[in-house]
């Protein structure tokens, strides 16, 4: 059966049933979101004269709900107009609606007998063959389905979606013994492709496999810590991205999920995993007690673990001290090999120097690392038949960058195993089975694909799916070129790779050398080029430092050199003879910005964030960028038009430094082109569909453009509009005078300059006016006291 998901029914409007309805709004979903009637009215609606049954008292909870997620920050949509693919209604009036929806969620309380009720209605009014899942977080999924009938339980699953659905990537789909294998194949499917989810296939346990191993994971930490006498600012020192973890760490994430309902996965795990050998580490420890007792929830209830005041300073955040249970100011951790290995970039290395550590912060990770490693063995095959199935869940589930058996082989297998026994712990015999035979590893790589070893027929095999995927690192062996920033990656069927590792993928002089370079061994024995990167962003933009340091010295005739250099590597993007895809994804700032709007399309993961944001150092984009946006302003012109909206867009989209908060977003602010760059909902997915995108040009008979000379630039008319706006907003103090000043050059560059009359001008013409606009302000004091700032502090400063 071939299905199609055109409209889609969230029963339950609380925090996670509004945003798994704007997640599917937000991919383009029709949406009937769908919760009870309020028992009774409010004091507004009273006031109003409203019965009961009025629609608007009966959709009360439902629409607040909605409008509360709306609201929430960050958004839970790709973009705003999003929200009018979701319909809203009540269980009463609306529940014979579902009929014509062809995927049922049920979201609402986790309670049994509220759910069992839920389905008793749903039974009532669904279609034979529609899909039926449950986003349950604890109750055993079996349990739902008893007492259905037969295609209700054919067509019934779990799917736990994490809170937020849209940036949290795990989708844990939990079958049931009687659920059909094609309703398993094709959630698994839809949630990848279409959803953006890394889809995991889980057991039937509780907490299934995310919950089961991180909260082992926080439990294990509490008692370490405990044993080892450490505190609160200690731990999350420890746990945060120094391992590769989310900046929340462990007690923070506590905060922001609930402690309570930490508590309660605990809970669950000592009450119905009678057989689990550490049992004894989900024992709630006394302090967590009274936090629960104090109803110091964590976010929830303003205050937990940590608690923000208001003071003379301004805001503070204190820590509680678990021995006195009071607040006082946060401790900054004083670890020796903690301060050695902060400065490594690399992961990988800095994980090994940690857990290879003699002071207590050392002995700490061998701890937390045996407690871990035994802990995955032995949950195979309980919670899966499949050890990549926990480090999927890990890493989309809980942010982890290392799944825990990567980590393992990371710092050796056979090494923790006796590590592992010496701290009294124990490790599942089918890993000593693996060593046994001389295989070392879980993992290795094999052109290109990562294999994982399978317990079942003790040899490797290829994860499923990874055919839809390119991961970088796995393509290591096919290096075609490297310098000390950039690797060229040869990713097959005639496709090249350019990737680069700088310190927040920032772009200098290295690796405009790398995408030259690229395109010159492209051009000569490969069909195209993609230029993309596995970083956690893709570039915030060009080396300020560089900048910085060039401009200070008064260095101009060298700055000029890399300014050229710079447009004449996004002009090679453009102009060369082989289809050149970008693949942005996360940050795609500035410079990185200019590689997109320059490239023959972009393939962006749903998860970008771009724009150019030159402005904000006191700079305009240097680097081809203001001549690009004046390019499609002049490409939106239509004869005969009296105003001059098509430029004044582009320009304040420049001149505000605006930055999408989606790939969706940046189609509204002129940088991707609808009809011609795309977006990836699965930041996995987005180097090999920018490779298909590649083929498909390639194969379609690609021809190197033609430089434009037939750019529409309008002169005095528009440079005195666009002034005169400039002026009153400086009048208004909305902007300062430095301000005024950057945006005054960055008008003289998209008008053409001082031409009387509108003209058509050559690319290179524009590219002149914005490199001595870009020089210019790069004398002036203001423009080098904001670099500075971003150099010192990360933020330039308002000047």
């Known amino acids: 059966?071939?299905?199609?998901?055109?409209?889609?029914?969230?029963?339950?409007?609380?925090?996670?049933?509004?945003?798994?309805?704007?997640?599917?709004?937000?991919?383009?979903?029709?949406?009937?979101?769908?919760?009870?009637?309020?028992?009774?009215?409010?004091?507004?609606?009273?006031?109003?004269?409203?019965?009961?049954?009025?629609?608007?008292?009966?959709?009360?909870?439902?629409?607040?709900?909605?409008?509360?997620?709306?609201?929430?920050?960050?958004?839970?949509?790709?973009?705003?107009?999003?929200?009018?693919?979701?319909?809203?209604?009540?269980?009463?009036?609306?529940?014979?609606?579902?009929?014509?929806?062809?995927?049922?969620?049920?979201?609402?309380?986790?309670?049994?007998?509220?759910?069992?009720?839920?389905?008793?209605?749903?039974?009532?009014?669904?279609?034979?063959?529609?899909?039926?899942?449950?986003?349950t977080s604890g109750i055993p999924i079996h349990l739902m389905a008893e007492g259905r009938s037969e295609d209700f339980q054919q067509h019934f699953c779990g799917t736990h979606f994490f809170n937020p659905?849209?940036?949290?990537?795990?989708?844990?789909?939990?079958?049931?013994?009687?659920?059909?294998?094609?309703?398993?194949?094709?959630?698994?499917?839809?949630?990848?492709?279409?959803?953006?989810?890394?889809?995991?296939?889980?057991?039937?346990?509780p907490a299934f496999i995310a919950n089961r191993v991180g909260v082992f994971s926080i439990m294990a930490i509490f008692h370490i810590m405990q044993e080892m006498g450490l505190n609160i600012d200690?731990?999350?020192?420890?746990?945060?991205?120094?391992?590769?973890?989310?900046?929340?760490?462990?007690?923070?994430?506590?905060?922001?999920?609930?402690?309570?309902?930490?508590?309660?996965?605990?809970?669950?795990?000592?009450?119905?995993?009678?057989?689990?050998?550490?049992?004894?580490?989900?024992?709630?420890?006394?302090?967590?007690?009274?936090?629960?007792e104090n109803n110091w929830l964590g976010d929830k209830t303003g205050q937990g673990f940590y608690k923000k005041t208001k003071g003379e300073g301004g805001k503070e955040i204190l820590t509680l001290n678990l021995q006195t249970m009071e607040y006082g100011p946060r401790q900054k951790a004083k670890f020796a090999s903690l301060d050695a290995a902060k400065p490594v970039e690399d992961l990988k290395q800095r994980t090994k120097m940690l857990a290879a550590g003699s002071d207590k912060a050392g002995q700490f990770y061998q701890q937390l690392f045996a407690h871990l490693f035994s802990y995955v063995s032995n949950r195979i095959p309980e919670i899966a038949d499949d050890l990549y199935k926990v480090d999927d869940a890990m890493k989309a589930g809980f942010g982890w960058e290392l799944g825990t058996f990567e980590t393992w082989d990371l710092l050796g297998v056979a090494q923790y195993v006796t590590v592992i026994e010496g701290k009294g712990l124990t490790v599942a015999s089918w890993v000593k089975d693996m060593l046994a035979k001389g295989i070392t590893q879980f993992y290795k790589v094999e052109n290109g694909k990562k294999l994982y070893y399978d317990r079942h027929t003790q040899a490797y095999k290829v994860i499923p799916g990874?055919?839809?995927?390119?991961?970088?690192?796995?393509?290591?062996?096919?290096?075609?070129?490297?310098?000390?920033?950039c690797k060229l990656y040869d990713i097959g069927d005639g496709?090249?790779?350019?990737?680069?590792?700088?310190?927040?993928?920032?772009?200098?002089?290295?690796?405009?050398?790398?995408?030259?370079?690229?395109?010159?061994?492209?051009?000569?024995?490969?069909?195209?080029?993609?230029?993309?990167?596995?970083?956690?962003?893709?570039?915030?933009?060009?080396?300020?430092?560089?900048?910085?340091?060039?401009?200070?010295?008064?260095?101009?005739?060298?700055?000029?050199?890399?300014?050229?250099?710079?447009?004449?590597?996004?002009?090679?993007?453009?102009?060369?003879?082989?289809?050149?895809?970008?693949?942005?994804?996360?940050?795609?700032?500035?410079?990185?910005?200019?590689?997109?709007?320059?490239?023959?399309?972009?393939?962006?993961?749903?998860e970008s964030y771009i724009g150019l944001v030159e402005l904000g150092v006191g700079l305009i984009p240097g680097g081809g960028g203001t001549k690009e946006m004046t390019v499609r302003a002049s490409d939106e012109f239509v004869e005969g038009e009296i105003d001059q909206e098509w430029l004044k867009n582009r320009f304040l989209t420049v001149a505000t430094a605006k930055v999408s908060t989606s790939a969706q977003e940046a189609y509204?602010?002129?940088?991707?082109?609808?009809?011609?760059?795309?977006?990836?909902?699965?930041?996995?997915?987005?180097?090999?569909?920018?490779?298909?995108s590649v083929i498909v040009m390639a194969e379609e008979g690609y021809t190197r453009p033609q430089e434009r000379k037939d750019i529409r630039v309008l002169g005095r008319s528009a440079l005195g509009t666009l002034l005169t706006g400039i002026n009153a907003m400086h009048f208004g103090n909305y902007i300062s005078d430095h301000d005024a000043k950057i945006a005054g050059k960055l008008a003289f560059v998209m008008c053409g300059g001082d031409l009387s009359e509108p003209t058509l001008v050559s690319e290179q013409y524009l590219l002149d006016l914005e490199r001595e606009a870009f020089l210019s302000l790069s004398a002036e004091r203001k423009t080098l006291e904001r670099l500075q700032s971003v150099i010192k502090t990360g933020r330039p400063i308002r000047n």
């Open 234 to 292: 200690d731990i999350d020192a420890l746990t945060g991205p120094v391992i590769g973890h989310p900046k929340s760490a462990t007690f923070r994430t506590a905060d922001v999920v609930g402690i309570d309902t930490l508590v309660r996965v605990a809970k669950g795990v000592l009450e119905n995993c009678k057989e689990d050998e550490s049992l004894k580490i989900f024992e709630i420890p006394s302090f967590l007690r009274q936090v629960v």
């Open 466 to 485: 990874a055919a839809s995927f390119i991961i970088l690192e796995n393509y290591a062996s096919n290096t075609v070129w490297k310098n000390s920033a």
């Open 1 to 135: 059966m071939k299905r199609h998901i055109n409209k889609v029914a969230i029963l339950g409007s609380g925090v996670m049933g509004s945003r798994i309805a704007l997640h599917f709004a937000g991919i383009g979903v029709q949406v009937l979101l769908l919760d009870i009637v309020p028992k009774e009215l409010n004091a507004a609606e009273a006031a109003k004269g409203l019965t009961p049954e009025h629609p608007a008292v009966k959709n009360r909870i439902v629409n607040e709900a909605l409008q509360a997620a709306i609201k929430s920050n960050p958004s839970p949509v790709y973009a705003q107009d999003a929200v009018k693919h979701v319909k809203t209604g009540n269980f009463t009036d609306n529940m014979k609606d579902i009929a014509a929806c062809d995927w049922i969620i049920e979201v609402v309380v986790e309670n049994l007998a509220v759910k069992k009720s839920v389905f008793d209605q749903v039974e009532k009014f669904r279609k034979p063959g529609t899909l039926i899942t449950s986003n």
């Open 165 to 205: 659905p849209r940036y949290l990537r795990l989708l844990e789909i939990i079958p049931t013994p009687h659920t059909q294998p094609e309703v398993i194949d094709f959630l698994l499917h839809y949630g990848d492709l279409y959803l953006g989810k890394t889809t995991v296939l889980c057991k039937d346990t």
């Open 668 to 692: 509204g602010l002129g940088i991707l082109r609808k009809g011609h760059d795309e977006i990836t909902f699965n930041p996995s997915r987005v180097i090999a569909d920018a490779k298909r």
């Open 495 to 606: 496709v090249l790779c350019i990737d680069w590792q700088t310190k927040m993928n920032t772009i200098g002089g290295e690796v405009l050398e790398g995408v030259n370079k690229a395109i010159d061994i492209a051009e000569k024995d490969f069909r195209g080029l993609v230029i993309g990167n596995d970083g956690a962003n893709f570039s915030a933009g060009a080396n300020v430092g560089m900048i910085f340091m060039l401009a200070a010295e008064q260095e101009y005739d060298e700055l000029d050199m890399a300014v050229r250099l710079f447009q004449r590597t996004t002009m090679r993007i453009r102009y060369s003879a082989i289809p050149v895809v970008v693949a942005p994804h996360a940050l795609t700032l500035g410079g990185g910005c200019e590689m997109c709007l320059h490239a023959d399309k972009v393939q962006a993961s749903a």
